[in-house]
């Protein structure tokens, strides 16, 4: 697959030549060990973990909200518990009485849930159009334990004989006596249709009578035998519901009744009531009544109005009906009503539309409980024409409308049908618009959305899952459905098969039209790949495996063509792969893989940005690329739900962006496209030997994550320039004797619009007067010089890739624009890389030095260290140090190096490749202290995670001048160099003479990483050392002893330490022999110091600081500490110059009697 892939991009290779062409032999380039292949394959590891600005991009969704909860049941065991039916949603659950709620709906086949029965937190039966289903763990899986031909509208429960009851729209009533195992029909005279029930002591249950319009059945031996108890009365309505008492379950219930209220009964259902009270001021508004229900105060009804919910005392009053405060109102109509069992205060309501309502005073007030739940599944979106958003739900969400960019949406409340809305079909007319809902199939709009009906249905296969509209004819329509494509030519009157050539029971799960020319269609397949019509669907070809598709990808999930080359075309698989094919579907190409196993559900094409794409993935979000589909990055934040099934925009350059959701309704982002140009990484002069081949890399980059294109104009003859297509290119020329000379080429970088170009002079010198050093330069510092004589020995022209000024060294760094010959200078690159510096040959060089250090630079050819010659009267101090991630002793002087080296006065040196003129000199250069100390008493070292190791050496003996300058360091390189030492004697070792706790020892560390280990070896059994390592504010405090490690973490480029060796002690023994003040460190200081101090038992310490008036400055410890050593820092930035005393004072609390104290002296000297 990666074979393929980069056999795709290296077959499209640009050669660009001057004079004789090069052609590329591409067998060659098609191995992937080849040169040319490694850089493309690194290329697009590299491009994929880039980040982008536009990958910021936040989306927000604004919905739309809805869930129809036709059912509401509480947990009789914990009426935390309570489980919701969402019409086409399945069962939501909550464990904290409608706080949160989940969707648990595994196993339910059919998930129109319109009657629940919660036996306990864990024992629940749910009612559907396909039976009733049971869940023995809460929800968590389900399985079918009635099944039925028709919806099941009520369940209940009789507690006292443990009969559960379901009653069916068009089968009669059941009952099951063991939980639901066995099922037996119960014959209520007529049993066509049994809408509700209710339990308690008695059951009730209506029954619709076709022939007579309706009557109300009693049953009180459990169903055996039914008594009829409406039609006698008069009551001539449908009965949507009943409730019972709680209080007096045997006598007093009521019911609503579809089109004239609520009517009451005292007496178990002889005489009747009508409650509705349509001659009081408080009447109930509204007479289509969906549900009733009691608490032992009121009486509830839910209806269609504005208030929805109405409550009425149990008591005769005269306050009629009352409306609560809160509820939603129409549309959401009030479908389901459930009284808390234990606190009958609580009330809540199932809305047609707005999820679960509750009430805590008895359905006085309402606020909205449905964190978890409202969301809807946006499977369609579309804009039309107007602007007009038109979003398609998941089942029973329908189809919603919106006008301000989905900040609020309506729904089309015409739809005929709960099915799922598959697709959208946006027509060149911007008022007709196509729905395909799975199970009915096409529906029609005129109106832009707002209202619908079904097209013919008679032909067309009633599973469409795609539809695609003909760009010029809003009459001429296709889907695609799970028995192929169907055609209307005439607005959806009628359709046909247009199957000729697609095997039959085809499942068609995406579509797209040619913009240009609508006789073209491409269908994707769950089985058979992708098909493609010539002739408008009349016949169809089959490309498959053998064109391209790998062979597990059968199934292609989008299809989208580009519409600035409609012969090129890319297919989004179920796999996360998108395949792009550049003739018309003849042949396909693994363009990318989607960082995602998830399916490619949509490949949205930037209108105003030909190469920005977006990808919507189920299950991962949305993704963006910015070189056509080549290499993604995920655009997900904001996006809470990642599982997408559509994307659409406007046309804007700041394009608006919809993503249909699973559950979360349509997102939105704003994607601000700016183009910015891409950038040519410095390239720098070049030089080269006449007869030699001169060979480098320009690469470019671009920050819109593009892969520019890269070309040379005004290349030499013989030259050539090879774009690799990955953002690099190679730049090849052998120039003759006769070319010597100076050339100017220019190199160009292109995103298709915007560009950078960069000028490269390169010099053809004479190899018998010339000479070109390449030179290597590491990723941060390097110490470099100039060793030709060069045409322009500008920083700019020789180092254009450095990062830093040029530093030369007179005592401090000083910064220089032009570099001298035998001069040693800083620079600093943000990559390693390949330098050339071509010019005249140098051999020789005599330079001026300065007493103590010197950065010296090399000349064209390099000789042994330890042969630079100084001219007398002046005499080496030190070896000559290089530098690579810190100090180095060495071995030769190398050409284009620079190094360091210390001389006793004033003078000059030469640097020469040859013999030298002068007689060596005795130098006072000394041994490595290996050779003049000895094996040292201890070693510290301080390790980079990349394995670069800097030491520090413990010596014994007194410490003096001479001995100190044996391990003298170079002056301090620039900050983020890698650099250890001591700071007092800028050196590499310390000397410790004499016993008992030596002074501190202040160590200096510099790095570029966080991150360091610090090892330890020292060769003493009774010699141990405590190192405290000053992080800011905060000391951490290590003791050392024989060997070990651990690793420590730096806050700052540049930390200090102090190391405090303790060498009197018995083996392992780590404490002080007796109290002990320190001197500070360093004195006189400015603007800190360290004071380190000992105790050799748990004391109550205190460490004070006075001026020389006596006067108290600081308190610089105080309170309760271990045995042990301590330091402690004193800034005195704010402080006045002059001296300073400090005051150690212990007390031990075994011995409060004996006060140990000590007074010091300091220099604050500014």
Not at 104 to 123: E, I, P, Q, Y
Not at 596 to 610: C, E, F, M, N
Not at 718 to 731: C, E, P, Q, T, Y
């Given at each position: 697959m990666v074979n393929r892939r980069l056999i795709y991009c290296l077959q499209s290779l640009k050669l660009q030549t001057a004079g004789r062409p090069r052609g590329l032999h591409h067998t060659n380039l098609c191995n992937p060990m080849h040169p040319r292949l490694r850089p493309v394959y690194w290329a697009i590891l590299c491009l994929v973990i880039f980040q982008a600005s536009r990958a910021g991009t936040t989306w927000t969704s604004h919905g739309p909200l809805y869930k129809v909860i036709k059912a509401i049941s509480i947990s009789p065991q914990d009426t935390s518990f309570i489980y919701a039916g969402g019409f086409g949603w399945g069962v939501f659950k909550t464990t904290d009485a409608g706080g949160t709620w989940v969707?648990?709906?595994?196993?339910?086949?059919?998930?129109?849930?319109?009657?629940?029965?919660?036996?306990?937190?864990?024992?629940?039966f749910c009612g559907t159009n396909d039976g009733v289903f049971k869940t023995t763990d809460g929800g968590v899986t389900w399985s079918i334990s009635l099944p039925t031909p028709v919806s099941v509208r009520s369940l209940a429960y009789d507690t006292q004989t443990n009969s559960l009851y379901a009653a069916t729209f068009g089968s009669g009533l059941f009952k099951s006596t063991d939980q639901g195992l066995v099922w037996d029909a119960s014959f209520v005279i007529d049993p066509v249709s049994a809408e509700t029930l209710a339990h308690q002591r008695s059951i009730a249950i209506f029954v619709l009578d076709i022939k007579s319009g309706g009557g109300l059945f009693r049953s009180l031996d459990g169903g055996t035998s039914w008594i009829q108890i409406q039609r006698s009365i008069g009551i001539r309505h449908s009965v949507h519901s009943i409730a019972i008492s709680p209080v007096s379950p045997g006598f007093s219930l009521i019911i609503g009744t579809a089109t004239n209220g609520v009517y009451r009964s005292t007496n178990g259902g002889l005489n009747w009531s009508n409650i509705s009270d349509t001659t009081t001021v408080n009447r109930l508004p509204d007479l289509h009544i969906n549900a009733v229900a009691f608490n032992t105060s009121y009486r509830y009804a839910g209806t269609d109005s504005l208030d929805g919910l109405y409550s009425r005392s149990v008591v005769e009053a005269t306050t009629g009906w009352t409306g609560g405060i809160g509820l939603p109102g129409p549309p959401a109509a009030i479908s389901s009503i459930a009284i808390n069992p234990v606190n009958r205060a609580a009330v809540y309501a199932g809305t047609e539309g707005m999820g679960v309502y509750q009430s805590t005073n008895s359905g006085f007030n309402w606020s909205g409980r449905n964190s978890g739940m409202l969301g809807t599944a946006a499977r369609a979106v579309k804009r039309t024409g107007t602007g007009k958003l038109i979003?398609?739900?998941d089942f029973g969400d329908g189809i919603w409308t919106s006008t301000d960019m989905g900040n609020t949406w309506t729904r089309a409340a015409s739809l005929s049908t709960s099915n799922a809305i598959t697709s959208l079909a946006i027509t060149s007319n911007p008022l007709l618009v196509y729905a395909s809902a799975y199970g009915s199939g096409v529906f029609k709009s005129t109106d832009g959305g707002s209202t619908w009906v079904i097209t013919d249905s008679a032909t067309i296969n009633h599973f469409p899952r795609t539809l695609a509209s003909n760009p010029s004819n809003a009459n001429l329509v296709f889907a695609g459905t799970d028995n192929g494509v169907y055609k209307t030519a005439n607005g959806g009157l009628s359709w046909q098969a247009s199957n000729n050539g697609i095997r039959a029971r085809t499942s068609i799960r995406s579509m797209a039209i040619d913009p240009t020319n609508p006789n073209i269609l491409y269908v994707g397949t769950d089985s058979l790949y992708l098909f493609k019509t010539t002739d408008a669907g009349n016949n169809w070809t089959n490309y498959t495996n053998a064109n391209g598709f790998l062979v597990q990808d059968v199934f292609i999930r989008s299809v989208t063509i580009d519409y600035n080359a409609s012969s090129t075309v890319y297919a989004g698989a179920d796999s996360g792969r998108v395949y792009k094919s550049t003739n018309g579907g003849a042949s396909w190409l693994l363009h990318s893989q989607l960082p995602?196993?998830?399916?490619?559900?949509?490949?949205?094409?930037?209108?105003?940005?030909?190469k920005t794409f977006f990808a919507a993935s189920f299950g991962d979000g949305v993704f963006v690329s910015a070189d056509s589909g080549g290499h993604w990055l995920p655009m997900n934040n904001g996006l809470t739900n990642p599982t997408i099934y559509a994307l659409e925009s406007d046309q804007s350059n700041s394009l608006n962006i919809f993503a249909g959701s699973q559950g979360q309704g349509v997102y939105h982002a704003t994607y601000g496209f700016v183009n910015h140009p891409p950038s040519l990484a410095q390239i720098g002069n070049k030089s080269v030997l006449a007869g030699n081949q001169l060979q480098f890399i320009v690469s470019a980059s671009d920050p819109d994550l593009t892969i520019p294109s890269l070309s040379a104009t005004t290349l030499p003859s013989?030259?050539?320039?090879?774009?690799?297509?990955?953002?690099?290119?190679?730049?090849r020329w052998t120039p003759t004797m006769g070319q010597i000379g100076s050339y100017l080429v220019t190199f160009h970088a292109s995103d298709g619009s915007l560009s950078d170009s960069q000028q490269v002079m390169i010099q053809v010198l004479d190899p018998g007067a010339s000479t070109v050093v390449s030179l290597t330069v590491q990723n941060g510092w390097n110490l470099l010089s100039l060793p030709v004589r060069a045409s322009d020995s500008r920083k700019t022209a020789l180092f254009p890739q450095a990062i830093s000024p040029a530093f030369a060294y007179a005592g401090s760094y000083i910064i220089k624009d032009t570099l001298q010959l035998g001069v040693g200078y800083w620079l600093k690159f943000a990559s390693a890389q390949s330098v050339d510096l071509g010019g005249g040959t140098v051999d020789r060089e005599t330079l001026n030095v300065a007493t103590g250090w010197n950065m010296i630079g090399s000349v064209s050819h390099a000789f042994p260290a330890g042969s630079v010659t100084p001219i007398p009267p002046v005499a080496l101090m030190s070896r000559e140090f290089g530098y690579s991630s810190g100090y180095i002793i060495a071995d030769s002087i190398k050409p284009g190096r620079a190094y360091w080296l210390k001389v006793d006065q004033s003078g000059k040196v030469l640097l020469s490749s040859g013999p030298a003129s002068l007689p060596l000199v005795p130098s006072n250069v000394m041994n490595s202290s290996q050779e003049s100390e000895g094996q040292p008493l201890g070693t510290l070292s301080f390790r980079q995670p990349s394995g670069i190791v800097r030491k520090l050496y413990l010596f014994s003996g007194a410490s003096s001048a001479e001995r100190n300058r044996?391990?003298?360091l170079p002056p301090i390189p620039p900050e983020g160099s890698f650099d250890v030492r001591f700071p007092?004697?800028?050196?590499?070792?310390?000397?410790?003479?004499?016993?008992?706790?030596?002074?501190?020892?202040?160590?200096?560390?510099?790095?570029?990483?966080?991150?360091?280990t610090l090892g330890w070896d020292l060769k003493e059994p009774n010699e141990s050392l405590s190192f405290i390592l000053k992080n800011g504010e905060h000391s951490s405090s290590y003791v050392l002893q024989r060997r070990g490690s651990v690793d420590i973490r730096l806050n700052s480029p540049v930390t200090s330490a102090v190391l405090i060796p303790v060498m009197n002690g018995k083996a392992g023994d780590m404490l002080p022999r007796s109290v002990v003040l320190g001197q500070n460190f360093p004195n006189p200081f400015n603007p800190t110091t360290t004071i380190e101090y000992g105790v050799p038992f748990s004391?109550?310490?205190?460490?004070?600081?006075?001026?020389?008036?006596?006067?108290?400055?600081?308190?610089?410890a105080s309170g309760g500490e271990a045995a042990g050593f301590y330091a402690v820092q004193w800034d005195a930035t704010a402080a006045s110059s002059g001296v300073y005393y400090y005051r150690l004072e212990v007390v031990n609390p075994a011995d409060p009697a004996r006060i140990y104290h000590e007074t010091r002296k300091m220099f604050l000297v500014r």
């Open positions: 969707n648990l709906s595994a196993g339910l086949t059919n998930t129109f849930v319109r009657s629940l029965a919660a036996l306990s937190n864990t024992l629940v979003l398609g739900g995602t196993t998830h399916s490619v559900r949509s490949i949205l094409i930037h209108p105003a940005d030909h013989g030259a050539s320039f090879v774009d690799s297509l990955n953002g690099r290119g190679l730049f044996q391990f003298e007092a004697t800028q050196s590499e070792a310390v000397f410790i003479g004499g016993n008992g706790m030596g002074r501190a020892l202040p160590v200096r560390i510099s790095t570029d990483v966080n991150d360091l004391a109550v310490v205190k460490l004070v600081l006075y001026d020389i008036l006596g006067r108290q400055v600081k308190e610089l």
